[in-house]
């Protein structure tokens, strides 16, 4: 009782001391950066003026400021994952904007000297690409990956008067990239100064093994510099109130272990996103030396082949888009308020799962994601060893792959979001012997530093990876389209599960509407747009309702990511040879983030809390009348009936007869004239319960804009 009670009192002086003490100081490096384009190296390592450089803030993307050309990045290749054979000139495919070449940043800024027993870390969220960072003249380090997380010690080239230069050069080569990259220090910057005795950096990892009810088991591993140290660590919950804590004096090598309980825990998912914050504190001989905040989520993740996915012990099936990380006009710079509403927007639609396509996502995105209820598969590659492009990650991939999944993992892992990790996608190297090997290299390395969560890869070569064993290897196949082998992987793969990993590719343009409808696979037309009645695709894609119909009937089906969820910068197929086309077509919201008719097709199907009434298309035709011009409604309700000027053109009901007949209703003869269509829908009892009307518009009559915040 007395030894309990002399702990207690000693947490508690612990705790008092550490609120008024300061064991960190993070300098995030925002405000006042110059910029330069092109080779500043010589005028770096010489007598150093930048007058004429542009002041710029972090996060900065220099190529989004264009201008648009026709010649930039212009690659003459045959697009293997699209099936072509023969190559061709693709204009925009990395949408044509100025992220060529070198560029130069750099920043002054005042940090006073290190006290004895302090260290400085350079942390770069992303630098894209292969940035070289020099500080007070000196070259401190590099890293490759444009895409990942990294962290450099700048102890010992820091200046004694306080005063420090941070420069970094960034350089993007040709043809290194399928999509357009964005260009520069496009996420966050941040100096962190520490005592070196404390927690490691991305030292804590926190797993939730044990949940029922009554309590759930907290697992902390905290990774530390020090002898002799004292670790405590307290669980917060949402309103700051202590839940659980812990002290722990004995480590295992470099590493404390903690388990912790939390009594009746309250869970994460994507409808409950509840998170509790872990404080962990390091001490020596009383003296706080270190004191790290980590978010986390209480949950449980399963993938079995009787259950399939399931989180906190309940089966379900993800409704999830793929994204590229640009954020269409604003460019690939970070950009929370851009981020929020994106995500704001898919949860409306009813969206509960994001694939980061096809590279590292962003702290900022996680974090969002965390706070807002997604679950995320983190992908990490594009290309493995085998080139897609030719000045691609190939380059690097033999000696970069492991450190740049180890920072990823380390840096991300804490998040409950994450409930899959990827470690490439359509990669070439599906058809080799050597894929093979690398996929169990890359999986293993992985299961290493997460032992918590599976690891797949999106094939496209699905053929391929059946007979040489590369999808039976992973702890889950996914399927990039294919959905005619979806069978025949089942039945080859010893998992007992597949993941739509990609799916759909239908090509839209909102707003836009094409005579006469129907069913199309690469169709081009001389305007450069897709109809919006949400038939037309790519010839190696399909329709959103054939996976509907996959995930619907067949219980090993985990889900879907569809591309894309927005329209992204480059890759315009099915324009990617004629210009000016240079963004993508296949978002459910364009590049805007405006909703696609499309958006409400997937949000009958997966927003289960409201309901969808949407018809389609605009009742503006000025010179098609008498012409045949269908009617799609896209609702939850089985049944409708349209009227054009009050006239009935009949019942639609729900059937299987077709896949589009069994999510879709269409009335496909319906001649246009000027005035009001209007449909009504109709619940399982024939009472008529929701209606839409759309008009024939005059004229505009104003302009009329609204912020979405204050």
Request: aromatic share 12%; net charge neutral; proline share 5%.
């Amino acid at each position: 009782m007395l030894a309990r009670f002399c702990a207690a009192i000693l947490i508690q002086l612990v705790l008092l001391q550490s609120a008024i003490a300061q064991t960190r100081t993070v300098l995030e490096l925002k405000e006042g950066w110059k910029f330069a384009k092109g080779n500043q190296s010589q005028a770096y390592q010489t007598n150093f003026n930048d007058k004429d450089w542009q002041t710029v803030s972090v996060p900065h993307d220099w190529a989004i400021y264009g201008p648009f050309d026709k010649e930039i990045d212009k690659q003459v290749v045959a697009i293997t994952q699209n099936g072509e054979k023969k190559a061709t000139e693709k204009t925009g495919r990395t949408g044509a904007l100025p992220y060529i070449g070198e560029g130069w940043y750099r920043k002054i800024f005042d940090l006073p000297a290190l006290k004895p027993g302090q260290k400085a870390t350079v942390i770069f969220d992303g630098a894209m690409s292969e940035p070289r960072v020099y500080l007070n003249g000196q070259k401190v380090g590099e890293w490759n990956y444009g895409y990942n997380y990294f962290y450099l010690d700048i102890t010992q080239q820091l200046a004694s008067n306080g005063k420090n230069v941070l420069a970094v050069q960034l350089n993007n080569v040709q043809e290194s990239s399928r999509w357009y990259p964005g260009a520069g220090l496009y996420r966050n910057v941040r100096i962190e100064v520490k005592n070196d005795i404390g927690i490691e950096q991305w030292g804590t990892y926190i797993t939730t093994p044990f949940i029922s009810k009554e309590i759930a088991k907290v697992k902390i591993k905290t990774k530390t510099a020090g002898k002799d140290l004292l670790l405590v660590t307290e669980i917060l919950d949402a309103n700051n109130k202590r839940v659980s804590i812990d002290t722990a004096g004995a480590k295992f090598g470099n590493e404390f272990e903690q388990d912790l309980v939390v009594k009746n825990p309250m869970l994460w998912s994507p409808e409950t996103p509840y998170l509790y914050k872990a404080i962990s504190r390091v001490y020596v001989k009383g003296q706080l030396k270190d004191q790290l905040t980590s978010r986390f989520g209480i949950r449980q993740i399963s993938y079995l082949p009787s259950t399939g996915f399931s989180l906190n012990g309940q089966s379900r099936k993800f409704k999830g888009v793929c994204l590229h990380h640009d954020l269409g006009p604003l460019g690939a710079a970070i950009n929370i308020a851009a981020l929020r509403r994106q995500l704001r927007i898919l949860k409306d639609m009813g969206c509960d799962a994001i694939r980061s396509s096809h590279n590292m996502p962003s702290q900022e995105q996680l974090d969002l994601c965390d706070e807002i209820g997604f679950m995320f598969l983190a992908e990490t590659f594009d290309e493995w060893a085998k080139p897609k492009v030719k000045n691609g990650y190939a380059r690097y991939f033999n000696t970069d792959a492991e450190k740049d999944v180890v920072n990823m993992v380390h840096a991300t892992r804490n998040h409950p979001s994450i409930v899959m990790w990827s470690s490439g996608n359509e990669v070439p190297d599906q058809h080799y012997a050597e894929g093979v090997k690398r996929a169990k290299w890359l999986q293993e390395i992985f299961h290493r530093e997460d032992p918590t969560r599976p690891v797949t890869v999106g094939m496209d070569q699905v053929k391929a990876t059946i007979q040489n064993g590369f999808g039976a290897i992973l702890d889950i196949p996914g399927l990039n389209y294919r959905t005619k082998l979806y069978e025949d992987a089942f039945k080859a793969f010893p998992q007992g599960f597949l993941l739509g990993s990609e799916t759909a590719s239908t090509v839209s343009s909102r707003g836009i509407y094409k005579f006469p409808v129907m069913e199309y696979k690469n169709k081009q037309y001389p305007d450069n747009q897709c109809s919006s009645y949400d038939l037309e695709y790519c010839d190696w894609s399909n329709l959103p309702d054939e996976q509907f119909a996959l995930i619907d009937d067949k219980p090993w089906v985990l889900g879907e990511f569809v591309w894309t969820g927005f329209d992204y910068l480059g890759e315009p197929t099915p324009y990617d040879e004629q210009w000016p086309s240079r963004s993508s077509y296949f978002g459910i919201n364009d590049l805007a983030g405006l909703p696609k008719d499309r958006f409400y097709l997937y949000k009958s199907r997966w927003n289960t809390k409201e309901n969808t009434l949407h018809m389609l298309p605009h009742w503006n035709w000025a010179g098609r009348e008498g012409q045949t011009t269908p009617v799609f409604v896209y609702t939850n309700y089985d049944k409708a009936e349209l009227f054009v000027n009050g006239k009935s053109m009949g019942m639609q009901q729900k059937s299987n007869a077709t896949w589009l007949n069994r999510y879709r209703l269409m009335w496909m003869d319906v001649k246009y004239e000027p005035g009001t269509i209007k449909v009504v829908a109709y619940d399982k009892q024939g009472k008529a319960v929701a209606e839409q009307s759309i008009v024939t518009a005059d004229s505009p009559n104003q302009l009329v804009l609204e912020a979405d915040r204050n």
